[in-house]
T-cell receptor, first 114, second 114 residues
Framework: AQSVTQLGSHVSVSEGALVLLRCNYSSSVPPYLFWYVQYPNQGLQLLLKYTTGATLVKGINGFEAEFKKSETSFHLTKPSAHMSDAAEYFCAVSESGSNYKLTFGKGTLLTVNP | SAVISQKPSRDICQRGTSLTIQCQVDSQVTMMFWYRQQPGQSLTLIATANQGSEATYESGFVIDKFPISRPNLTFSTLTVSNMSPEDSSIYLC???????????FGSGTRLTVV
């Protein structure tokens, strides 16, 4: 069965600092991996996804993530945090053959300090 | 990607009553999903809405409590029946299963049961 672990329920960075949100997954088959962002009182917005091909994936708002099979990781990074990045971030995994169901991590709340 | 219209956006309901949430997609999609996000928690899949057949429910969710309809390829409803305060959550619909759609989410329905 697929599962996702997000290390750190709360990450706090200064504006302009590097953002690193950690995600490790468990999957018995090659996974599809996703990062979503949820702003307060809003739905989920897809930041980026990995399905096949290049392991470094670039998303919206300057975020990127790298799929590392050997480490079963898909960490999300952004070189320079902006105040508007403050939100909840969810990592999710889907397995081919699972009817495309998404399994989510518990989420990481990112706060950006001025 | 697909555009999803979900309504109502929020509601406050009396315990023992039922609420039907609607999800309309601007194009035909194969897979539609319903998720629940309890306060401060991650998302949990309730069921997969199948067009022309009964929904497929995840462990811990039953049809009597969460009946789902999927009359066509652009529309689905989720009903939360005989509500109790424990049903207070955000309910989200999602479409996916193709790379074109990338697992798009509706804006969610914030339900409070009093």
């Amino acid at each position: 069965a697929q599962s996702v672990t997000q290390l750190g329920s709360h990450v706090s960075v200064s504006e302009g600092a590097l953002v690193l949100l950690r995600c490790n997954y468990s999957s018995s088959v090659p996974p599809y991996l996703f990062w979503y962002v949820q702003y307060p009182n809003q739905g989920l917005q897809l930041l980026l996804k990995y399905t096949t091909g290049a392991t470094l994936v670039k998303g919206i708002n300057g975020f990127e993530a790298e799929f590392k099979k050997s480490e079963t990781s898909f960490h999300l990074t952004k070189p320079s945090a902006h105040m508007s990045d403050a939100a909840e971030y969810f990592c999710a995994v889907s397995e081919s053959g699972s009817n495309y169901k998404l399994t989510f991590g518990k989420g990481t709340l990112l706060t950006v300090n001025p | 990607s697909a555009v999803i219209s979900q309504k109502p956006s929020r509601d406050i309901c009396q315990r023992g009553t039922s609420l039907t949430i609607q999800c309309q997609v601007d194009s035909q999609v194969t897979m539609m999903f319903w998720y629940r996000q309890q306060p401060g928690q991650s998302l949990t899949l309730i069921a997969t809405a199948n067009q022309g057949s009964e929904a497929t429910y995840e462990s811990g969710f039953v049809i009597d409590k969460f009946p789902i309809s999927r009359p066509n390829l652009t529309f689905s409803t989720l009903t939360v029946s005989n509500m109790s305060p424990e049903d207070s959550s955000i309910y989200l619909c999602s479409v996916g299963g193709t790379t074109d759609y990338g697992y798009t989410f509706g804006s969610g329905t914030r339900l409070t049961v009093v």
